[in-house]
Every structure is written in structure tokens, then in C-alpha cells.
């Protein structure tokens, strides 16, 4: 992972798709929260230093992730996580119209851990995606930049996929033919206020390499 910054209170890396960001029952070392601990570490096992997860994303979605060094830290991000400003870019199936608005609605998720658009707001949350299309490609897939209002589970995933236009390499809700390797979605940009000085820091990646070469395909 590449650390585009590291201070005593905060850690913010650019993790790769494929990576997940916490341990699972099966997986409990290929993680970018057990990677950074052991950074952290210096190597040392006894040492008490460690990172706190402020928020997670899909483990096929790559981009900007946000770790704290102290538990302080962490639940001064987390209780500020409404002001804190995320972009995506992603690619979709189609052409989308209009090429600038708000998807909204009540996300729940099934026993099968598929998460899914409700009319009752007792059985969901509610969840706002903000998007617009930077570019149509001649084949019928289009470039999305995304301003995510909220943070639900697979909420991106969902919202374009219900809307008719699934993300390109998505495998859980996707029904197209796979024309990627990858889901394309990243997490291009973090802006949050620092936990420690207050000051507001603000983070872009831009678009990774495969992401290029996907687009270019495409």
C-alpha cells in the first residue's frame, strides 16, 4: 500500500483492490488493518502500538483509506464522519440519464448478505449517492464521478445497479457479461478535519493506472 500521509494521530494509505480492509474468519492476515499494525509494530509483537479502523471499503474496490493511531482519534473521525468529504470514480453499463443527480433510498440487507432497496424506512437506512458523468465511451459504458452522502454497505453497487447501469466487474450485482478483472470503483478522494490540530486535510489520488487501462478498453 502506498501511505500518502503518517503523523502521530492518523495514518491515510491507498489500498489496492483485492485487498481486504479487515481480518475475516478465513482471512485474517491479508488485510490493510493487519498490514499497518504490523508497520506500526516496527516488527515488534510486544509492541502496544496499533491502528484503529475509522471506516472499511469493499475488498474489490481500491483507493483511499483512512486509519487512526489512537482510540481518542478514532471516535473523533467516526463522530465527525458526516462532514468528512469522499469521491469515487467508477465505471457503469450504459448511459445514464440524467447525467447529474441524486439516487436515494432505503438500503436493507437479506440473509444472504445482498443488500437491497426497500420502500419502508423501518426496515432500511437511508442512503444518498450523488453522481455525474465525466465521460460516455462508444461501446455504452460511462465514466461516473461519485460524492457519496452516506456510507452504506455496497450502497454505490446497489444504487447503479437498481438504477440499470451495474458497475463494470461487479460479481454480486452485476448480471452482464464480466468485461473486467476488477470492480471498477475507487476511492479517489478523503477530505476530513484532523482529529489532533483541527486543520481540514484533503487527499486525491486521482485515477490508478488499471483504471486507465480499463477505461481505455472499454
Known sequence: MTILHEDKEIIVVVKPAG??????????TRTAHYLLNDYVRKGDPKSRNRVYVVHRLDQD????????KSEAAKIFLQENWENTEKYYLAIVHGRLTPQEGVISSYLSENAAQRVYSTPDPAKGKLA???YKVLQEGRKGFSLVEIHLLTGRKHQIRVHFAEKGHPLVGDRK????APVANRLALHARSLAFTHPFNGRRMSFDTGMPEDFVRL???L
Open 19 to 28: 485487498l481486504l480492509t479487515v481480518g475475516t474468519e478465513r482471512d485474517k
Open 61 to 68: 474496490t481500491s483507493g483511499i483509506l483512512l486509519f487512526a
Open 128 to 130: 444518498h449517492t450523488e
Open 173 to 176: 450485482y452485476n448480471n452482464h
Open 215 to 217: 477505461l481505455a478498453k
